[in-house]
Structure formats: C-alpha cells, structure tokens
C-alpha cells in the first residue's frame, strides 16, 4: 500500500483466515477474533460492529466477481495483470448495472 497509494492506513480490517501478527509498524490488523470486550462501552461495541458490518456486504460482490466475472484466476501476463484483471472486471459490472438500469427505464417509457 505504501508503494500504491503513498500512505498506511492506521487499521486493516481482515477475514477469519488470517493469522499471525497484530500490527505491521503501525498498522493494526483487526480479525474477526477482535469482538468487543465485556470492559468496551457502548460506543466501543457499536464501532467495532460496523467495521465487520461493512465488510460483510462485499463479500457477496467479490464472490461474483470470481465466478461471473472470471477473477478467479488472473489471464493475463505482466507486473500490471492484476490490475488490469481488476479495471476489466470492475467495468464489466458497472456496465452490467447500467444495462439492467437502462432496460428497466426503457420498459417504464415503452409499455
């Protein structure tokens, strides 16, 4: 991230499959292990809660990526293929979307 984006972000919310350490430097690596504790306050809970929240509602996105959209495995070759592989199948959705829009609209004015 630091060569790609030119900062660390401060925390990284991570799935159950990862083990191992906490923190890299400075970055905290928050696992679905890290619940809120009994001593958290209200407040605590809540923030806690809707980091893993908010990383439940992609999982369903990035699954269909992989199997609609052939992300499973990368085709192309080169050091920029995976975000080459990313672009194409980030468009392909987006496009999707619009045509399922469009459609609908079409048939709103039509019938």
Do not use: H, W
């Amino acid at each position: 991230m630091q060569s790609n984006l030119n900062y660390l972000p401060k925390e990284v919310v991570y799935d159950r499959g990862g083990k191992g350490q906490k923190q890299i430097g400075q970055t905290t690596i928050a696992t679905l292990d890290y619940r809120p504790l009994k001593r958290d306050n209200q407040y605590q809970k809540r923030i806690k809660g809707n980091k893993f929240r908010r990383r439940t509602a992609i999982e369903p996105v990035i699954g269909n990526l992989k199997s609609d959209f052939r992300m499973g495995q990368n085709y192309f070759y080169g050091a920029n293929s995976p975000q080459i592989n990313t672009f194409l199948a980030a468009t392909r959705l987006n496009l999707k979307k619009m045509m399922k829009k469009l459609k609908l609209e079409y048939l709103k004015t039509n019938c």
